[in-house]
């Protein structure tokens, strides 16, 4: 067990300015203080339903939520034929109608072609000393901080990466939106990146965050 003074368990009591997010902030920073000094082996490994390899260790289990930047569509469409008898009127009516039907089904097709961000849906993640896992049975995540190519924290509860997808689905852009993000940031980054502008620059963490826990009774160990 890790009987470091600055480990504070998550949800516990906690002052009305104090949120979810801030205890979540708080144990990054007990993860980023072991991490520095070798001594994440000495932290427990928490219960998770991911499977963990020799020498891996759950630092983090909770609920998330995946997006994924991609397209709805190719831009194709089924194009309707109209074969009408009749009257004039009905005949003309019936080709305005077809064409009207062609040229929202093109229009829809179109917009369906744009990449955007996507949600795949919920699950839970475990982050490890090694990776991220996100479990859900049709858009599962198993994300090693060695395999990204790029990482990123665009909000406090977002956690951004891309990689080349294993499975042959190309270059895949996601975001884990979890109050696990900032951990999952610190570890990718100190493993692979650790030139990014914002784990040198302590970006991960808001910069009155220091005072806010000194206001609130909260001792934090020095991460900047």
Known sequence: MNNDPFEVPLYTERPESWGMLDDHLL???GVVHDLVRGRLADRPSLPTM?????????LAVGPA???TWRALGDG?????????????GFVIGSMVGSALGNSARRCQAQANAQPRWVADGPGEVTVTNLRVYFGHPQSPLN?????????DLVAPDVF????????GSGYVTVQLHSLCASL???????ASFPAHPRLLSHGWLPPDFEARCA???WSLPPVR
Request: aromatic share 10%; proline share 2%.
């Open 50 to 58: 991911a499977r963990l390899g020799p020498g891996e260790r759950s």
């Open 160 to 167: 951004q990466c891309a990689f080349h997808d294993a499975n």
């Open 65 to 67: 939520a995946r997006s």
């Open 76 to 88: 194709s469409y089924v194009h309707g034929s109209t074969v009408a008898f009749g009257s004039t």
């Open 143 to 151: 994300l090693g901080w060695a395999g990204l190519d790029t990482v």
């Open 27 to 29: 144990y990054t920073c």
């Open 184 to 190: 999952m940031f610190v570890l990718a980054a100190h």
């Open 215 to 217: 206001a609130d009774g």
